[in-house]
C-alpha cells in the first residue's frame, strides 16, 4: 500500500512563495514518476507538474517559470516550490503516483494520490 501526504499550503499573498511536500511511503518510490496536480472549486483537475525517477521534469504553461518541481528518493519526497504566486494559482493541490506511462497530463495516468493541501493566494 502507498500513501502520499501533502504538507505546506496556506494562505499567501500575491507574489509570494510556498513549498508544497509530499512523503511517500514504499520501497519502489524512486522507481515512480510522481506529479502535482491542482484542482480548484468547480473547476476539474489539472496538471501542474511531473518528475521522473531519474529527475527530468515537465510542467504546465501557466506554471512554467515560476513553479519548480524536485525529488529526493532517499527520503521518499518530492517538492513543488511555487513563487511569483497568483490569485488564479488558488487551488488544493495533489501529488499523486505515476502508473500509466501514458500522457503525463491526465490524472488517470496515476494511481495514488495524497489527500490534498489548500494554497489560497490573495490578491
Known amino acids: 500500500q502507498v500513501q502520499l501526504v501533502e504538507s505546506g499550503g496556506g494562505l499567501v499573498q500575491a507574489g509570494g512563495s510556498l513549498r508544497l511536500s509530499c512523503a511517500a511511503s514504499g520501497r519502489t518510490f524512486s522507481r515512480y514518476d510522481m506529479g502535482w496536480f491542482r484542482q480548484a472549486p468547480g473547476k476539474e483537475r489539472e496538471f501542474v507538474a511531473v518528475?521522473?525517477?531519474?529527475?527530468?521534469?515537465n510542467s504546465a504553461e501557466s506554471v512554467k517559470g515560476r513553479f519548480v518541481i524536485s525529488r529526493d528518493n532517499y527520503k521518499n519526497m518530492v517538492y513543488l516550490q511555487m513563487n511569483s504566486l497568483k490569485p488564479e494559482d488558488t487551488a488544493v493541490y495533489y501529488c499523486?503516483?505515476?502508473?500509466?506511462?501514458?500522457?503525463?497530463?491526465?490524472?488517470?495516468?496515476?494511481?495514488?494520490w495524497g489527500q490534498g493541501t489548500q494554497v489560497t493566494v490573495s490578491s
Open positions: 499523486a503516483r505515476r502508473y500509466d506511462s501514458s500522457r503525463y497530463v491526465s490524472p488517470s495516468a496515476y494511481d495514488y
Open positions: 518528475i521522473n525517477w531519474s529527475g527530468g521534469t
